[in-house]
């Protein structure tokens, strides 16, 4: 059975976006498997053990039902370039367990940090964040991402970006890039250069 995941911030004795990671594991079940009674995450998260100050990484493994709640640390993985890379043909519009597409376009990225991937002309998302771009004190990100990320669905229902659709030819009109995800913010995000995404 295809097995589904949902990465869930634990910060200063709080689960984060719960409502949003709620409404997008149900989207799920319902999609693949005709599952239209909810899951209720506040059922089945319990705060962690003997944790200090600590952001942990909360892994969610479902199909019809949850399978497995697994907690780590979460280590801030320093991204300072990007390399643009072709990937019209992925789909990863469900946050599926399985990432061989998203590893195998990963290999491409040759010295640089991480890929950008570029979908039908468009700019979307990274291997494991959706993308924030910055213009003349508005934030933007891409309007058809891969996968549509609750921090970034957050930051849009707030107004702290706005989406656009936007081309590889257009990245020179912008001044730095963000990248975020549920366990990392646009402030925890050090800005990329534009000049650094090839």
């Known amino acids: 059975m295809l097995q589904l995941i949902e990465t869930i911030c634990y910060e200063n004795g709080a689960f984060h976006r719960i409502p949003l990671h709620e409404e997008r594991m149900n989207r799920s079940r319902r999609h693949f498997l005709g599952v239209c009674a909810p899951i209720f995450l506040s059922q089945f ?11 942990l990484r909360c892994r969610i493994t479902y199909t019809d039902e949850i399978e497995n709640i697994e907690y780590e640390s979460y280590i801030f993985k320093k991204i300072e370039s990007l390399k643009l890379v072709e990937g019209s043909a992925i789909d990863y519009s469900f946050k ?3 990432r061989d597409s998203l590893n195998l376009l990963l290999e491409d990225r040759g010295n640089q940090d991480e ?9 979307t998302d990274t291997s494991f964040t959706n993308i924030v771009l910055l213009q003349n ?3 933007y990100t891409p309007a058809l991402p891969i996968l549509t990320g609750t921090r970034r669905a957050e930051y849009l ?11 590889p030819g257009e990245l020179k009109y912008y001044e730095e890039a963000r990248l975020i995800n549920s366990m990392r913010s646009m402030k925890e995000s050090a800005p990329i250069r534009i000049k650094d995404i090839y």
């Open 45 to 55: 998260l319990k705060a962690p053990e003997n944790v200090k100050g600590e952001k």
């Open 96 to 98: 599926y367990k399985n």
């Open 115 to 123: 890929i950008l991937i570029v979908r039908n002309g468009y700019i």
């Open 137 to 139: 004190g508005y934030w």
């Open 157 to 167: 229902f707030q107004r702290k970006i706005f989406p656009r659709n936007i081309r």
